[in-house]
């Protein structure tokens, strides 16, 4: 008699695994965790913007961690260079030619702390390997691990010494999020395993980086009804045709709209997308890439708020299977 066929773990089941992984080092912070590994699976990149101390650095270490993978951390000052991001170029006095040394960008997980403290100049350098998984230096072009996502952070409080993020970077991050204060059981959580030391470094890979590969694969098998597709694009052109905006949403964001559904959607245990996913994914995958307008800006409306009114106002699609 032949032995049955070893089970295959499905997405949503590894999905969970690496959020109950990195639970076990960040306390009290499941939403956010749930957004970065959708993130990570939609192969995407986060901007997590919030005061100091509230675990940004944890969340990044804790998922290179879970997922058996490195990290590269970039501490971002007003005297880092280009290089320091990408990797230089040395003279080998030995070979009598030039040896590579990659910086902190060639990792599966690179951590950008501080990301509006850097120069536009050294802030461009990760355009390219945001953009397209590459980098290309002194003429030579070198492509990025997989996976492969950065998870940058920035203060929103102090902008004393910072640089604001151009509006070409901000719409190469998937999401952004805010981890905010944990309630009271979680900071006495925290204060209860002080004595464990780092947690994350004590943490065990639950998937494998093959894993994650197969997983951002699987997610393009999710269908979306061309009635979300309409829904999509109606929501881009009522951003691009608001009066309190000076910028809509561009055609990368309609795509990384449908990408963060179709991955929440397969973390649901579902093949198909319904509005809820396109609701609940709306906020941080859209309101960074908004920019208002000054007259917006002088009446202290935020972007959020904005497009709130807009998905309020539009109809949400209906029929078979869209629930």
């Known amino acids: 008699m032949s032995q049955p066929a070893p089970r295959t773990e499905t997405f949503s089941e590894l999905f969970d695994q690496i959020c109950g992984n990195v639970r076990?080092?960040?306390?009290?912070?499941?939403?956010?965790?749930?957004l970065m590994?959708?993130?990570?699976?939609a192969e995407g990149h986060l901007l997590i913007e919030d005061a100091?101390?509230?675990g940004k650095t944890s969340l990044a270490k804790a998922l290179a961690a879970s997922i058996e993978g490195t990290l590269g951390r970039i501490q971002f000052t007003p005297d880092l260079l280009p290089g320091d991001v990408?990797?230089?170029?040395?003279?080998?006095?030995?070979?009598?030619?030039?040896?590579?040394?990659?910086?902190?960008?060639?990792?599966?997980?690179?951590?950008?702390?501080?990301?509006?403290?850097?120069?536009?100049?050294?802030?461009?350098?990760?355009?390219?390997?945001?953009?397209?998984k590459q980098v290309t230096v002194d003429g030579s072009t070198r492509q990025l691990a997989s996976p492969f996502m950065v998870i940058a952070t920035q203060n929103p409080i102090e902008h004393e010494?910072?640089?604001?993020?151009?509006?070409?970077?901000?719409?190469?991050?998937?999401m952004r999020v805010s981890v905010g204060y944990p309630d009271r059981d979680a900071e006495i959580d925290i204060l209860a395993t002080l004595d464990e030391g780092d947690t994350t470094s004590k943490l065990n890979p639950v998937v494998t980086a093959e894993n994650v590969r197969a997983m951002a694969k699987a997610v393009n098998a999710v269908?979306?009804?061309?009635?979300?597709?309409?829904?999509?694009?109606?929501?881009?052109?009522?951003?691009?045709?608001?009066?309190?905006?000076?910028?809509?949403?561009?055609?990368?964001?309609?795509?990384?709209?449908?990408?963060?559904?179709?991955?929440?959607?397969?973390?649901a245990h579902r093949d198909h997308v319904i509005p809820d996913d396109l609701k609940a994914m709306a906020q941080p995958t859209l309101s960074h890439r908004l920019m208002l307008s000054p007259e917006a800006q002088l009446q202290g409306v935020s972007a959020s708020q904005v497009l709130a009114e807009i998905l309020s106002g539009l109809p949400i699609p209906t029929g078979p299977g869209l629930q």
């Open 24 to 34: 076990l080092a960040v306390r009290g912070k499941d939403e956010v965790i749930r």
């Open 37 to 41: 590994v959708l993130c990570l699976i």
């Open 52 to 54: 100091p101390g509230v």
């Open 86 to 132: 990408t990797g230089i170029s040395v003279w080998n006095r030995s070979t009598g030619d030039f040896d590579f040394r990659p910086g902190p960008v060639f990792n599966n997980i690179v951590l950008g702390d501080e990301i509006n403290r850097a120069s536009p100049k050294t802030q461009s350098a990760l355009l390219e390997a945001m953009a397209e």
């Open 161 to 174: 010494g910072t640089y604001v993020l151009p509006e070409a970077q901000l719409d190469r991050f998937l």
């Open 223 to 267: 269908h979306v009804a061309p009635s979300l597709r309409n829904y999509m694009v109606d929501l881009a052109a009522a951003t691009r045709n608001h009066p309190s905006l000076a910028l809509g949403m561009s055609p990368r964001a309609v795509l990384a709209l449908q990408r963060i559904t179709r991955t929440a959607a397969a973390a």
